[in-house]
């Protein structure tokens, strides 16, 4: 029997295994695809280049790569432990469905929601079985392969595993972005961390007289206060009555122009009992923004219910628990009526153009959105 077939009884097998079993059945499973698929290779590629080897010769339990076929391995990896939904490697939980098929807690959960909205069972993308948070579950085996894969530090461009990258961009990379330690008394500077010793050593903050810094400290204070200000509104804002939030994922379209332009949009959601959805566009819909370095995002709340009086709300986008986006908080106000159901565009409040390609590079934004009722 060739280890294809083999494969297949074993998937086969899982759903009909009891379900106290099926958990670690289907993990099994899982890492027994993984380390099929990679060994089926690994035998194509030594075929490739030795002679067949005797088939009554009892298989080799493991066979090394040749060096310089390492890199290769890393990358069949990649499309063997991605997500089956967004294709990407999962940054935190993952989980699989009862045949094995992987998700990303993120496509998951988007799974389970989009069904909600449908009123439909969601079911696996791929083979169409029922999923569920009781029927799926997480697959650590292929959480921590994808920590042990290496991937690029941001700052020197190295290879590090992904479980130990943090550490080293936070506290071990020589080329880490660092700064001054005046920054307190208003040095501005920053650059790599192997920097840092000859600028210190020669920075002009610290021989600044008593009255330069009290300038330095005074205008310190005063966007120390404007953040505070933000921050305390959103406190205020907490104590509400009626607080709603929830995660909205920006999925793109293209327009029917004749030109296409990309847009995108939420699938629309549910939140404080009425139906929203969000949309956004790129460079305020400006008409060719592939032409410009200068990368915007701006959105837009729609309310879709139909209201019988006029719905004051506070709303906030904020990054969401699957994505790494930095969004600086922003609060938005709007009075919602059958009349007024838009809010006009406003920008995603993202650090520069660099954070947005990010975006637009990514299959889908994830984000969370609060919406507060004011109530008089
Ligand atoms: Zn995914
Ligand atoms: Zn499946
Ligand atoms: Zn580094
Ligand atoms: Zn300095």
Redesign the pocket.
Known sequence: MSSLEERDVGVAAAPGSSSAGLGVGAVGVAVEAVAGVAAMQEEVAIRREGPEPDPDEPPKKRVKLPEGEAGKLEERLYSVLC?T??L?L?KASVYQCTNGHL??A??FIHLLADSRLKEEQATCPNCRCEISKNLCCRNLAVEKAVSELPTDCTFCLKQFPRSSLERHQKEECQDRVTQCKYKRIGCPWQGPFHELPAHESECSHPTKTGTELMGILGEMDQSHRRDMQLYNSIFSLLCYEKIGFTEVQFRPYRTDDFITRLYYETPRFTVLNQTWVLKARVNDSERNPNLSCKRTLSFQLILKSKVNSVLECSFLLLKGPYDDVWIKPVIHHHSFSNDTNETDYVPLPISDSVECNKLLAAKNINLRLFIFQVQK
């Open positions: 997500c939904v967004c990407d999962p998700m990303c993120g496509c």
